[in-house]
């Protein structure tokens, strides 16, 4: 695997199942790097397997979701400018003026900021041509769908098409950027009345989904303010609401009904790794069944697309292979490729050996511990490694594959790659997954020093080349980790690392995070969980144990870790003689989207590596 072929790799995405139930519409996307676009295919397959059909467009293979059911209506997403903030919008006589004016907070989101203007959902008649309809939001400052990830799965019609339910956050401003507390909300429209489905729900409230006998099911976190809650099924029956999931001591990721009504398909993490289970959907509040998985292996099911009789439509993938859609046997388990989209790429490329391994912790637990081993191993050589710090912090460590942080990739560079699921992953119970709010230096960085000190114990690891990497949260366990490693590494690499949690909490934008998981404001002296965060676990406090290199990467879109984390942390390694370097990314944001971009963030991840891991057994960086 090189850098090249990893970018332009055939990236899948499903369509959804044929209108017969009989065959698989998707379409696969390519990064060009040369040109720096992207292009993208539709392809048909048969949902048993076989010849994969070239469409010209998906057509009427696939309703349109944005329809209702009796064809009479459709649904139309569109941006309204509901306030005024820029410059021209208060002063008309200035048009050339460059100016936002903000009396609130949410003044930036993501990657953008705040003009105005916000995604609504529009009802207008089916044969209507026009850009006009009804707005659902009433021209009101909240956003359907919801920014910056929503899609349409965030408004869905009734069945008998005589309601619309979309899924919002009625707050603005201040209130907005402390709360997680989403609504499904229902439109009628014979009546023009609008009702909140889940008011007594304060946490998230999303997915709404209609059964084939017309039962809603959507997805719930319980308390306000914690983004990476327990995510459970909610079922709404006659005689009241039903948590399907409350008493399973895991998260779910999504869902889908089966074709009778009778069971819900959920897909969720499960000891490091995403498989699909089945539950049972009670005909009143107390017949209640436990789960049932269905798919075991060591790979993600990473989504369900649909159903087709007895089999799942999913979406697979494994730390060797990129996404493809494949048919589940409900019954049996048993699962069939149908795209072929990277078959021909990987025939040619040597996998990598990935192996689950089990780390005593130093409370007692075992750990599941990934170890992705060079292709063409051999136990007899030694090999540099890393340790992947695993970002999120609540994001699973499974089966997945990153376009961007890829073990294929850095097993094919010639490193053994250990990334361990330290406390605060899901996939492990619920305790486990919360133990690192409001701990953020304490457990998990012991369970990362667990990880490497076993695997390191192994006759092909060379010791004297060791490096840790990790983004985001990850980025935050480099920089902490560099003050207090012991000299167990010879270099550190953090993309869009938090350094310092005071002006990290001046400036990121989803303030119900750093609320939740460092236990509030550090202007709070009588909360004693936040100023241990501010003080204990604040890389910036350390920096000046630093003395081993780092490569430090940052995008200056990224408003979640915003640019002056990397800039005081690149500025502190350089004026304390620390060899560093910095790679700053002016239009990404917490990611890396560019196919160029991509291109020289992986040239100089390995080159850095290079320098400081592979062929050089120094201890010190001054």
């Known amino acids: ?286 017949n209640r069944s436990a789960p049932k998985q269905i798919s075991e292996g060591q790979f993600d099911v990473n989504g369900i697309i649909g159903q087709s009789s007895e089999n799942l439509i999913v979406y697979r993938r494994d730390m060797n292979h990129a996404t493809e859609i494949y048919n589940l046997n409900i019954q049996t388990g048993a699962m069939k490729q149908l795209s072929e989209a990277n078959n021909d790429i990987y025939k040619d490329i040597k996998m990598s050996k990935i192996e689950k391994r089990m780390v005593k912790t130093t409370d007692g637990k075992d750990m599941v511990t990934w170890v992705i081993y060079p292709p063409d191993f051999d136990p007899t050589k030694k090999y540099p490694t890393l340790l992947y710090c695993q970002g999120g912090p609540q994001g699973a460590l499974s089966q997945f594959y990153s376009f961007r942080w890829n073990f294929q990739l850095m097993a094919a560079n010639g490193y053994i790659v250990v990334a361990p699921n330290r406390r605060g992953m899901p996939g492990f119970g619920v305790e486990w997954n919360e133990q690192i709010s409001k701990d953020y230096g304490g457990q998990n960085m012991k369970d990362y020093l667990s990880a490497i000190d076993a695997i390191a114990k192994e006759p092909y690891v060379d010791t004297n080349r060791l490096g840790c990497v990790g983004a985001s949260y990850g980025g935050y366990s480099v920089f902490y980790l560099a003050s207090r490693h012991d000299g167990r590494f010879q270099s550190f690499i953090s993309h869009d690392g938090i350094f310092n949690w005071r002006s990290m909490y001046g400036t990121t934008e989803e303030l119900f995070f750093v609320n939740w998981d460092l236990g509030g404001p550090y202007w709070d002296k009588e909360n004693t969980a936040a100023q241990r965060s501010y003080t204990d676990f604040n890389p910036i406090n350390f920096v000046d144990q630093w003395d081993t290199p780092i490569l430090i990467i940052q995008g200056g879109k990224d408003f979640r870790v915003p640019i002056g984390q990397g800039l005081e942390a690149f500025q502190a390694a350089q004026l304390q003689g620390i060899k560093s370097r910095l790679l700053y990314f002016p239009e990404e944001n917490h990611w890396v989207l560019s196919a160029q971009n991509s291109l020289v963030w992986q040239r100089e991840f390995y080159k850095w590596l290079e320098e400081t891991v592979k062929h050089v057994e120094i201890k010190s960086g001054k």
Not at 129 to 157: A, N, R, V
Not at 208 to 236: C, H
């Open 1 to 286: 695997m090189t850098p090249e072929q990893l970018i332009e790799l055939n990236r899948v995405a499903a369509v959804g199942v044929s209108n017969d139930g009989k065959h698989v519409i998707y379409k696969t996307s390519t990064f060009d790097v040369k040109t720096n676009t992207r292009s993208s295919k539709i392809f048909s397959v048969a949902v048993q397997g076989g010849a994969v059909k070239l469409l010209d467009e998906a057509g009427k293979l696939v309703n349109d979701k944005n329809v209702s059911p009796d064809g009479k209506w459709k649904l139309l997403p569109k941006e309204v400018k509901v306030q005024n903030v820029s410059g021209t919008d208060h002063y008309t006589d200035v048009p050339n003026s460059n100016v936002f004016i903000y009396d609130q907070l949410n003044y930036r989101h993501w990657d953008t900021w705040e003009d105005g203007s916000y995604s609504h959902i529009f009802l207008q008649s089916a044969t209507d041509t026009l850009d006009s309809g009804i707005d659902l939001m009433e021209g009101k400052p909240f956003d359907c769908p919801q920014k910056p990830f929503g899609g349409d799965e965030d408004y869905i019609w009734s069945p008998d098409s005589k309601k619309v339910l979309y899924v919002t956050k009625k707050l603005a401003g201040t209130e907005y950027a402390v709360s997680t507390n989403s609504d499904i909300y229902e439109y009628t429209i014979a009546t023009k009345q609008t009702s909140n489905l889940t008011e007594n729900n304060k946490g998230y409230d999303t997915h709404p989904a209609f059964s084939s006998k017309g039962t809603l099911a959507w997805l719930q976190m319980e308390r306000e303010g914690y983004e990476s809650d327990k995510n459970d099924i909610i079922v709404r029956l006659p005689e009241g609401d039903v948590n399907l999931t409350k008493d399973w001591d895991g998260t779910v990721y999504g869902f889908i009904w089966s074709e009778d009504g009778s069971k819900i398909y959920y897909n969720a993490p499960v000891g490091g790794t995403v498989h699909v289970f089945q539950i049972d959907v009670p005909v009143d509040k107390k």
